[in-house]
C-alpha cells in the first residue's frame, strides 16, 4: 500500500499504524487493508474512465460491507457474479441500479433476485439464460437491460486459468462461428430483455494493451454487423462497450503495471478510432477492475512459528520458514505459481539475506507462500512478516481447509485501525454442524 513506511523502531507501519500493534490487536495470520488507498485507486479510475463510461469494481477480488461502501462513496458501480456477492452488496445498502450481474450460470433464483432488486443489468452468458431471463422478466411483467457476453478470440498473456478470451473456454459467445450473432439475434426475438450492450473480458493480470486493442476491434466489427442486420433505429440502446477487468498490478518490486490513466486515454482513442472507421456512434466504455483498485491496497500479516534446513542433494540446504496461515488464505502461488513480495516487518536486521521458501501450516507439501525469496538468515519464530499486494484474490478465495479458520480483516486510516471482518471461530464451523436427533 501506499502509506507502508518503517517508523524509527523498524517496524512496518502501515495507514499510521505499527504491524507489532495490529498483531497484537487482532493476531494472526491479518490481512489488513489501507483505506485510503483503496479509496484512491477508486477514485484513479472513476476520474480516468468516467469521462468516456463507467467503471465497476469486481467484486470477486475482495467484498465484505465495509469495501462495498468504499466503492459507492467513490461513486463506481458494482460487478457481482453470484447471489452471494449480490446479496452481500444490497445488505450493505449499494444501489441496485448501479450493480451488475455476471457469471455464466446464473440459476432461476439468482437472476430472479436480480429482478426483484432492480439491478442496472445482466451480463448473459449462454441461450438457456437468455430464455430463463426473458422468461423470468416476462413474469415479473419488467423489462431487463442486458450485455452478452462476447468471446473475441484473443490470447491474452497471462496464466492459462485466467486467461478467458481465447475460444476453447466456458465464458460467453464467440464471434467466430457465429454464435454470438444468434445470441444477439435471440435477445432481439425476446419481448422482455433489451440489449444496451457487448462484454469482453480477455483475462486477469494483463500488462500490454494489444489484447484490449483487438478485443475492442473485434466486438466493435460484430457491432457493426448487428447495426447492419437490424438498422440503426433498433440498434441505437446499444450503448456500451465493456471491456472487462483485467489491468495487472506490481506483485514484485520490478512489475511495471500500466498507468491507469494511460489505459483510458488509449482505450478511448482505439475505440474512438474503431467506431469512426466503422461508422458507428461511439460508445461508452465500461471497465471492471477487481486486482487493480484491491490487490495493491492489501498485506497479509503472519507470525513465523518454525524455520527449518532441509538438506537438499549436491546443494546448500533450503530453509522452510513456516507462517500461521497458508493456502487457505492465499491459495494464488499454487493455483497459478504467483509470485509475491514478502519482508520481515516486526524488526530490521543487519544479518545476511538467505533464500528461503515460506510456506503454510497446512497438511499438504504444496502449500507455498512464498516459492523462493531472500531473507534475514537470523529470522526467528515470532518475528512478523508481510506478504505485499495480497489485497485482491486472496481473502476472497480462502477456504477452511484444515478447519483453520478464516483470518480477520482490517482496515487501517490515519493511525487507526478497526476490524471490517472478524476472525473466524472454532464456533462457526461448530455452528453448521447440523444435530440429527
Ligand atoms: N470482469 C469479469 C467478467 C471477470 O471475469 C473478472 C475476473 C473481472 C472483471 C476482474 O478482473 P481483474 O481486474 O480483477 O483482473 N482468481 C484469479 C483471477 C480470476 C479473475 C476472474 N475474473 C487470480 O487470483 O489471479
Same mark, same amino acid.
Given at each position: 500500500p501506499r502509506s507502508a513506511f518503517r517508523n524509527a523502531d523498524g517496524v512496518l507501519e502501515v495507514g499510521g499504524v505499527a504491524v507489532t500493534e495490529l498483531a497484537e490487536d487482532y493476531q494472526t495470520p491479518l490481512f489488513v487493508y489501507d483505506e485510503d488507498d483503496f479509496r484512491s485507486r477508486c477514485a484513479q479510475m472513476h476520474e480516468a474512465f468516467g469521462p468516456y463510461g463507467r467503471v465497476h469494481y469486481a467484486s470477486k477480488a475482495f467484498l465484505c460491507g465495509e469495501v462495498a461502501r468504499w466503492v459507492q462513496d467513490e461513486g463506481l458501480s458494482l460487478d457481482v457474479c453470484t447471489g452471494g456477492e449480490l446479496a452481500l452488496a444490497l445488505h450493505a445498502g449499494f444501489p441496485a441500479e448501479r450493480i451488475a450481474l455476471h457469471g455464466n450460470n446464473k440459476s432461476e433464483d439468482e437472476l430472479d433476485a436480480a429482478l426483484a432488486a432492480g439491478v442496472g443489468d445482466v451480463v448473459l452468458d449462454s441461450m438457456v439464460e437468455i430464455e430463463r431471463l426473458d422468461r423470468l422478466a416476462g413474469e415479473r411483467g419488467t423489462v431487463a437491460d442486458v450485455l452478452i457476453r462476447i468471446t473475441p478470440g484473443v490470447e491474452a498473456h497471462t496464466h492459462e486459468f485466467i486467461a478467458t478470451a481465447h475460444e476453447d473456454q466456458k465464458f460467453g459467445f464467440a464471434i467466430a462461428g457465429g454464435a454470438a450473432m444468434e445470441?444477439?439475434?435471440?435477445?432481439?426475438?425476446?419481448?422482455? !430483455?433489451?440489449?444496451?450492450?457487448?462484454?469482453?473480458?480477455?483475462?486477469?493480470?494483463?500488462?500490454?494493451?494489444?489484447?484490449?486493442? !483487438?478485443?475492442?476491434?473485434?466486438?466493435?466489427?460484430?457491432?457493426?454487423?448487428?447495426?447492419?442486420?437490424?438498422?440503426?433505429?433498433?440498434?441505437?440502446?446499444?450503448?456500451? !462497450?465493456?471491456?472487462?477487468?483485467?489491468?495487472?498490478?506490481?506483485? !514484485?518490486?520490478?512489475?511495471?503495471p500500466l498507468p491507469v490513466s494511460t489505459l483510458a486515454q488509449a482505450l478511448a482513442q482505439i475505440v474512438r478510432r474503431e467506431s469512426e472507421q466503422l461508422g458507428l456512434p461511439m460508445p461508452k466504455i465500461a471497465v471492471e477492475p477487481g486486482r487493480a483498485i484491491a490487490g495493491p491496497a492489501g498485506i497479509t500479516l503472519y507470525r513465523v512459528g518454525t524455520i527449518k534446513d532441509v538438506a537438499l542433494e549436491g546443494k546448500t540446504a533450503r530453509r522452510y520458514v513456516s507462517v500461521d496461515g497458508g493456502m487457505s488464505d492465499n491459495i494464488r502461488t499454487v493455483l497459478y505459481d504467483a509470485e509475491y513480495d514478502v519482508r520481515l516487518v516486526s524488526r530490521t536486521s543487519e544479518a545476511q539475506a538467505v533464500v528461503c521458501r515460506v510456506v503454510g501450516k497446512h497438511c499438504e507439501s504444496g502449500d507455498i507462500v512464498v516459492r523462493d525469496c531472500w531473507l534475514p538468515a537470523d529470522l526467528a519464530p515470532g518475528d512478523l512478516l508481510a506478504i505485499g499486494a495480497t489485497g485482491a484474490y486472496c481473502y476472497s478465495m480462502s477456504s477452511r481447509y484444515n478447519l483453520v479458520p478464516r483470518p480477520a480483516v482490517v482496515a487501517v486510516q490515519g493511525g487507526r485501525s478497526r476490524p471490517i471482518l472478524r476472525r473466524e471461530t472454532v464456533e462457526d464451523f461448530l455452528s453448521l454442524e447440523v444435530v440429527n436427533e
Amino acid at each position: 500500500p501506499r502509506s507502508a513506511f518503517r517508523n524509527a523502531d523498524g517496524v512496518l507501519e502501515v495507514g499510521g499504524v505499527a504491524v507489532t500493534e495490529l498483531a497484537e490487536d487482532y493476531q494472526t495470520p491479518l490481512f489488513v487493508y489501507d483505506e485510503d488507498d483503496f479509496r484512491s485507486r477508486c477514485a484513479q479510475m472513476h476520474e480516468a474512465f468516467g469521462p468516456y463510461g463507467r467503471v465497476h469494481y469486481a467484486s470477486k477480488a475482495f467484498l465484505c460491507g465495509e469495501v462495498a461502501r468504499w466503492v459507492q462513496d467513490e461513486g463506481l458501480s458494482l460487478d457481482v457474479c453470484t447471489g452471494g456477492e449480490l446479496a452481500l452488496a444490497l445488505h450493505a445498502g449499494f444501489p441496485a441500479e448501479r450493480i451488475a450481474l455476471h457469471g455464466n450460470n446464473k440459476s432461476e433464483d439468482e437472476l430472479d433476485a436480480a429482478l426483484a432488486a432492480g439491478v442496472g443489468d445482466v451480463v448473459l452468458d449462454s441461450m438457456v439464460e437468455i430464455e430463463r431471463l426473458d422468461r423470468l422478466a416476462g413474469e415479473r411483467g419488467t423489462v431487463a437491460d442486458v450485455l452478452i457476453r462476447i468471446t473475441p478470440g484473443v490470447e491474452a498473456h497471462t496464466h492459462e486459468f485466467i486467461a478467458t478470451a481465447h475460444e476453447d473456454q466456458k465464458f460467453g459467445f464467440a464471434i467466430a462461428g457465429g454464435a454470438a450473432m444468434e445470441a444477439i439475434r435471440a435477445v432481439f426475438a425476446t419481448e422482455n !430483455l433489451r440489449l444496451v450492450g457487448l462484454h469482453s473480458h480477455i483475462g486477469s493480470q494483463i500488462f500490454e494493451i494489444d489484447g484490449f486493442e !483487438l478485443a475492442a476491434h473485434r466486438v466493435l466489427g460484430l457491432l457493426a454487423e448487428v447495426v447492419e442486420e437490424f438498422g440503426v433505429e433498433k440498434t441505437k440502446q446499444i450503448e456500451l !462497450l465493456d471491456l472487462g477487468g483485467g489491468l495487472g498490478i506490481a506483485y !514484485l518490486p520490478d512489475d511495471d503495471p500500466l498507468p491507469v490513466s494511460t489505459l483510458a486515454q488509449a482505450l478511448a482513442q482505439i475505440v474512438r478510432r474503431e467506431s469512426e472507421q466503422l461508422g458507428l456512434p461511439m460508445p461508452k466504455i465500461a471497465v471492471e477492475p477487481g486486482r487493480a483498485i484491491a490487490g495493491p491496497a492489501g498485506i497479509t500479516l503472519y507470525r513465523v512459528g518454525t524455520i527449518k534446513d532441509v538438506a537438499l542433494e549436491g546443494k546448500t540446504a533450503r530453509r522452510y520458514v513456516s507462517v500461521d496461515g497458508g493456502m487457505s488464505d492465499n491459495i494464488r502461488t499454487v493455483l497459478y505459481d504467483a509470485e509475491y513480495d514478502v519482508r520481515l516487518v516486526s524488526r530490521t536486521s543487519e544479518a545476511q539475506a538467505v533464500v528461503c521458501r515460506v510456506v503454510g501450516k497446512h497438511c499438504e507439501s504444496g502449500d507455498i507462500v512464498v516459492r523462493d525469496c531472500w531473507l534475514p538468515a537470523d529470522l526467528a519464530p515470532g518475528d512478523l512478516l508481510a506478504i505485499g499486494a495480497t489485497g485482491a484474490y486472496c481473502y476472497s478465495m480462502s477456504s477452511r481447509y484444515n478447519l483453520v479458520p478464516r483470518p480477520a480483516v482490517v482496515a487501517v486510516q490515519g493511525g487507526r485501525s478497526r476490524p471490517i471482518l472478524r476472525r473466524e471461530t472454532v464456533e462457526d464451523f461448530l455452528s453448521l454442524e447440523v444435530v440429527n436427533e
